[in-house]
């Protein structure tokens, strides 16, 4: 008998107004006295305080409070091989690195992890993996889904617009990181799961329905991205929510004078790739118009040399990844693009 697919997903979700001040009350329905705070350093001081007073209120006792700046696996480590006592609950509080440093920490004690974050500039907050630096270099690591994810919205609509922007770049990013996996099924026989790519799909659907920065559209865009991070859990590998638009990315990562937000690298690169693929490229082009993502792209273009450096190596990065940047030599189609299409050259010069 083919064994089925077993996942632990998030057992609480929260995505509304004001659950940041209800985080206390979520931990003490479960149980979780005992608790650890991670937050990102620099993160806005009225916002932890409503954290902790609503665990006051619950009777938590907060056991460590660590301020996190750095997301290096040593920092990582040090960090819980000096825990205290074993927390029945580690809460990730903020950004990016306070969260993957948090994600990591219960991972290796297996405790059970809330990610608070309080802006969505990707879809990391929710992901079975932690993005750390070894040595200075940006890798993924495994680590656990989370046991609750606490979205406040009104917190979310008021973190700066670009690290919003840069969450709708990297959910549009779904479009053409399922054609790419359905081609690597054609090309190379490697099996789509049905469900994480129908579950993806979905994400990018619903959020399309209202993409506006007020509560609801922030609500959409944050279960937009949380189910993204469960579609990877359910197939166990990253296909549903990255394909040759993330491979431009990490390449500009490791090449650029200077990389962008995650999500705005994504979100041009998803716009390009799909012109290659021919798959919604007017899509992404109207959410792009209405949501102001080309206007910020515009403003602080990107480097045209930089970009074509990073196609040229991105097919080079995963092995046994194959995309459509795999199946021919796109280069001189992508120069071309550069130059003739509008919104690539307005953004890539
Ligand atoms: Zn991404």
Redesign the pocket.
């Known amino acids: 008998m083919m064994n089925q697919t077993q996942i632990a997903i998030p057992t609480l979700v929260r995505a509304k107004e004001g659950a940041l001040d209800r985080v206390g009350l979520y931990l003490s329905r479960a149980e979780h006295r005992d608790v650890i705070v991670l937050s990102s350093k620099g993160l806005v001081p009225a916002l932890l305080e409503r954290l902790l007073t609503g665990m006051k209120e619950h009777g938590i006792n907060e056991i460590l409070r660590v301020e996190v700046s750095e997301n290096d696996l040593e920092s990582a480590a040090r960090l819980f091989a000096n825990l205290p006592r074993t927390p029945k609950a580690i809460v990730g509080l903020g950004g990016g690195k306070a969260l993957d440093v948090a994600k990591y920490v219960a991972f290796l004690g297996r405790t059970p992890y809330y990610a608070v974050p309080t802006s969505l500039s990707?879809?990391?907050f929710c992901s079975h993996q932690s993005s750390l630096t070894i040595q200075g270099k940006r890798r993924s690591l495994p680590a656990a889904l989370p046991y609750g994810v606490v979205i406040d919205t009104a917190v979310c609509l008021q973190a700066p617009r670009i690290l919003t922007l840069s969450g709708v770049g990297?959910l549009v990013?779904k479009f053409t990181a399922i054609a790419d996996w359905k081609l690597a099924f054609r090309e190379n026989g490697e099996l789509v799961n049905d469900f994480a790519a129908l579950l993806s799909d979905g994400t990018i659907h619903s959020y399309l329905s209202h993409p506006a920065f007020d509560t609801e559209g922030i609500r959409l865009l944050a279960t937009a991205l949380m189910l993204n991070g469960i579609a990877m859990e359910i197939c166990g590998s990253s296909r549903p929510?990255?394909g040759s638009e993330?491979l431009i990315?990490h390449a500009l990562d490791g090449l650029s004078a200077r990389p962008r937000l995650?999500?705005l690298q994504?979100g041009v690169a998803t716009y390009l790739i799909s012109l290659l693929q021919k798959n919604n490229s007017e899509r992404i082009d109207a959410l792009f118009k209405k949501t102001g993502f080309w206007k910020a792209i515009q403003e602080d273009p990107f480097s045209r040399r930089e970009w074509l450096e990073a196609v040229r190596v991105a097919p080079t990065i995963k092995r046994d990844f194959y995309t459509v940047l795999s199946s021919r030599d796109t280069l001189p189609e992508i120069e071309r693009l550069l130059d003739e299409d509008p919104n690539l050259k307005s953004c890539i010069q």
């Open positions: 990707n879809d990391g990297d990013s929510a990255s993330h990315s995650h999500g994504v």
